[in-house]
């Protein structure tokens, strides 16, 4: 057995030391591949850092309270009479005036120009009561001031205001007939609600003829075991039956339609480059075999085994494929890291949001890199192991 494994070890060494002979062939395997681990894994990255910017704004002791059967804001409606009723719903917490701390809103589509291509795209402007900030975990005017109740003002998100032209502070922004000033920029710890527009809900539902009615009512419970007590309330209420969800769960939901969407994308462009790259690291491994072939049949022929052959072979396949599968790694994150994109969320308006690669993911481009390397170096190595002794000698 130990000398199965040290012709195992001479045969790999002398494998992988050949390689520099076949450099140009070899180099065109390890490209290929680092071009799949690429492709897929800008699409995860991208499905993350969308995950991670929706995921990120909820909290397990925030309630949303939104129509029955409705999957988002904006198919959402919630009357004046159901708001009361809510205020007054159990496992509310209350500020220290003794009023509840609940938060209608109001989520309307506007236009803006996307400032890298000069697009029209679709953002949220939305109006917020008095208890909106403070229902938000780090939510922090960055440059400016809030905007004044009964105003025509607007603070914009700090990913908003990067990725989309017009919203400097002091600048006039119009939506629809009505013209807003721009006074403040809020960031909110990277979170979705950095790609919104706020104004005062009073205001926003005067001059868009919605005095009646809301789209989601905010509330903070006394606890996360308190949403059971409010969703109860609601269920048993025939005047309500709406749907309550903490902020936690509605936000997951909301990351894992779009991020499942995404990487659906991903996955089927990086497996048919995959299926290219095999062609490639095939072609690669059989000109190594031929290459080798007399070395081969003269191992044979003192005495060394097939199975160090097949063993040596796709080592040398596995080795390019690793190289190429963190060569592939490394270019995505120096080039897609961190970088700023946005993209429709569930609410049909635009997401801002940072590329985020994990260990977890370039380990899933490794995988793939390697899963290529062994099917593209199986069938050269079946071929090293059976090669015929006499065919060999005489193959130059």
Not at 13 to 32: D, E, G, P
Not at 144 to 157: A, D, H, I, Q, T
Not at 260 to 285: E, F, H, R, S, V
Request: glycine share 10%.
């Amino acid at each position: 057995m130990r000398s199965l494994w040290l012709q195992v070890a001479a045969v790999t060494a002398i494998n992988l030391k050949s390689i520099a002979q076949r450099r140009w062939l070899s180099l065109s395997t390890v490209i290929a591949i680092a071009l799949v681990v690429i492709v897929l894994l800008a699409f995860l990255a991208m499905a993350n850092g969308f995950q991670r910017t929706i995921a990120g704004a909820g909290a397990d002791d925030i309630a949303i309270v939104l129509r029955a059967g409705s999957q988002a804001e904006i198919n959402s409606t919630v009357s004046r009479d159901q708001v009361r009723l809510i205020e007054d719903g159990p496992g509310i917490a209350r500020g220290s005036d003794g009023k509840p701390l609940i938060s209608p809103e109001l989520y309307l589509v506007v236009d803006g120009i996307k400032r890298s291509t000069g697009t029209k795209a679709n953002l949220p402007l939305r109006g917020i009561g008095e208890q909106g900030t403070a229902l938000r975990k780090g939510i922090a005017i960055t440059a400016g001031r809030m905007f004044n109740r009964g105003s025509n003002e607007v603070v914009v998100g700090k990913a908003l205001q990067r990725e989309f032209a017009g919203f400097d502070i002091g600048s006039t922004v119009a939506f629809g007939a009505t013209r807003w000033n721009v006074v403040g920029v809020f960031e909110a710890g990277g979170s979705v609600f950095e790609s919104e527009i706020w104004a005062d809900l009073n205001v926003v539902q005067s001059l868009f003829n919605r005095n009646n009615i809301v789209q989601t009512v905010r509330a903070r419970l006394t606890g996360p075991a308190a949403l059971n007590e409010l969703k109860s309330y609601s269920d048993n209420d025939p005047r309500l039956k709406l749907d309550v969800k903490s902020e936690a769960a509605y936000f997951a939901e909301q990351a894992s339609q779009t991020s499942d969407l995404i990487q659906k994308l991903g996955w089927p462009l990086a497996i048919a480059m995959a299926l290219g790259a095999i062609a490639g690291a095939l072609n690669t491994m059989y000109s190594s075999v031929a290459a080798r072939a007399t070395e081969i049949a003269t191992l044979r022929a003192i005495g060394f085994g097939g199975f160090p052959a097949f063993v040596g072979t796709l080592a040398e396949s596995l080795l390019l494929a690793a190289i190429g599968g963190l060569l592939g790694a490394a270019a995505t994150y120096l080039i897609f890291d961190g970088v700023t994109a946005s993209t429709l969320g569930g609410n049909f308006t635009q997401v801002v949001f940072d590329f985020k690669l994990s260990p977890w993911l370039i380990a899933e481009g490794v995988v793939l890199a390697l899963v290529v390397g062994l099917i593209g170096g199986l069938f050269p190595a079946l071929r090293a192991a059976r090669l015929p002794i006499v065919e060999g000698l005489y193959a130059h």
